[in-house]
């Protein structure tokens, strides 16, 4: 469709009646002038507590169960109550019960088997979505726009790796076009839930963590849409995370390999994977903030037409885990090691997100999300059992002490003495440099530190090369 616009609304966006107004009056504004769908996230921290009422429930914890689910269900009723009245209210209110009863019923069926089945979890957290998803599309018909809440179930196709699940984009295309794009030509406005999906033959799936800004690239691509915006709430994409660097700057225009290289490397303002689907068809991205929709926010373009020079953003990540593998003996050939450890990581499904290596001890290290250590080194000690009991591998060592930062930009390519700046820069602040890696692309730069560094680190990085306003 040439002209639809897909709008993404995060949390914070959604989290109260008030932001659920603005997020749909910026909806309506579009939509007066092109077709819109929006996509949303769950109301700010319902996904935490929705999982945490999950972890209760495998540890037996019956009143920790009530207490969340109580909980659950005042915010959203609540929110139900302070947007609606009258018939639009007493509409929603069975909705919204049987939605929360769904969560219910998983949650004390793990109560009772003291088990938390994947898939089942990826069925129970994605009822944040549905609730926020049928509230604003409540609030938007009582405001008389023809909007209609999608379950992403019955859109978004994805493979069977629950909680971190992949698009099928052709069967996501096929679904898109026969249930949305009718709706859209007769003029309505779908709102579909943002973080799930559901495999084939229809299991429930989720997309990972954040998840929402990939559901709303998906959507967009299989849609063909003109743009998408995603709301959130900070002015743009920042030279660094606001929280941590005061004088972060918004950046104007960035491109999609900027933008997943930041996102990868820990901006949480977008989802790692939400480029990917729109690469292809170059379709444009706003990040804008919806508590402040005046101001454009950041666009990311496939290319830039300006010759920047530097970086333009610094980045880190703090939950990581640093895994060394060194042979003992000669006799082990070093790059089969390599080899046989990445293919354990992905049995393991993580993501490698630095590796380097040293050619004489034939040793190498690479760093990957702490969240997916246990299921790696259970890989890596199937795969390495024997030459680890025969003493032919030193023992695997992880050390969780160590935060990755990362400096990215178009304009890094081939600037001569940038790394030995940045180096001098972190050893300023006296924080120790572990290890170093750059990808090919040369557009990042990759250093992990010891993490009680890690932020001065950001810091003086992103002052040293004058990223800030
Ligand atoms: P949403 O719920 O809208 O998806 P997120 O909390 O996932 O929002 O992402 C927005 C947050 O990302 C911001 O509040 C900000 O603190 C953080 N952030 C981290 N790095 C950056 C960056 N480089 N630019 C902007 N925001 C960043
Ligand atoms: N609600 C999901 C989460 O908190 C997805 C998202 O907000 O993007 O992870
Ligand atoms: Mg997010």
């Keep these: 469709m ?13 989290g109260s009646a008030e932001r659920i107004r603005t997020a749909a009056s910026l909806c309506a504004e579009q939509y007066r002038v092109r077709p819109v769908a929006a996509v949303v996230s769950a109301m700010s921290k319902v996904t935490d507590l929705l999982l ?46 049987e939605i929360l009863g769904e969560f219910d019923r998983i949650a004390r069926g793990m109560l009772m088997l003291g088990e938390r089945p994947p898939r089942s979890v990826d069925e129970a957290i994605a009822v944040g979505e549905r609730l926020s998803s049928e509230l604003i599309a409540a609030w938007l018909r009582s405001q008389g726009t023809d909007a209609f809440a999608v379950n992403a179930r019955d859109i978004i196709v994805t493979d069977s ?22 709706a859209l030509a007769a003029g309505r406005m779908p709102i579909m839930t943002g973080f799930n999906g559901a495999t084939l033959d229809g299991r429930a799936t989720t997309l990972g963590r954040g998840g929402s800004d990939f559901s709303a690239s998906i959507l967009a691509a299989a849609l063909d849409a003109a743009e998408l915006w995603i709301w959130t709430d900070v002015d743009g994409i920042m030279s660094a995370d606001p929280r941590l660097v005061p004088s972060a700057k918004v950046l104007t225009e960035i491109t999609y390999r900027e933008a997943a290289e930041l996102a990868y490397n820990g901006a949480k303002v977008l989802h790692p994977r939400t480029l990917a689907p729109l690469m292809e068809k170059c379709i444009p991205v706003w990040s804008k903030n919806s508590f ?3 101001v454009p926010g950041t666009r990311i373009v496939p290319e830039t037409g300006d010759n920047r020079s530097g970086p333009c953003a610094v980045t880190s990540m703090s ?4 895994v060394s593998l060194e042979p003992a003996n000669a006799a082990l050939n070093g790059a089969k090691v390599m080899a046989r450890s990445i293919e354990a990581m992905a049995t393991a499904n993580a ?21 997916e250590l246990p299921a790696v080194v259970e890989q890596l000690e199937q795969a390495f059992a024997l030459e680890l009991a025969h003493g032919y591998l030193h023992p695997i060592d992880v050390d969780l002490d160590v935060g990755l930062l990362a400096i990215v930009g178009e304009g890094m390519r081939g600037i001569a003495g940038m790394a030995g700046r940045i180096f001098t820069a972190i050893s300023r602040e006296t924080v120790n440099i572990i290890a170093i890696a ?10 992990v530190v010891r993490r009680a560094g890690l932020e001065k680190a950001v810091r003086a ?9």
């Design 2 to 14: 040439s002209n639809l616009l897909v709008m993404k609304f995060g949390g914070t966006s959604m």
């Design 52 to 97: 945490e009422t999950l972890r209760h429930a495998e540890a037996g914890d019956a009143a920790g169960v009530e207490q969340r689910l109580e909980l659950l269900r005042q915010r959203h009723e609540t929110t139900a109550g302070d947007l609606l009245s009258g018939e639009f209210l007493a509409r929603i209110l069975p909705k919204l019960e």
């Design 161 to 182: 790796v629950f909680g971190n699940a992949s698009p099928l984009m052709d069967q996501t295309r096929e679904r898109a076009n026969a249930v949305l794009k009718p």
């Design 292 to 294: 402040n929709p005046a």
């Design 319 to 322: 939950n990581v885990a640093l």
């Design 351 to 371: 993501e490698l997100l630095a590796l380097t290596s040293s050619s004489y001890r034939q040793n190498f290290c690479f760093l990957i999300r702490q969240s």
């Design 438 to 447: 750059q990808g090919s692309s040369e557009i990042t730069i990759a250093i």
């Design 461 to 469: 990085v992103h002052e040293e090369c004058g990223l800030g306003r």
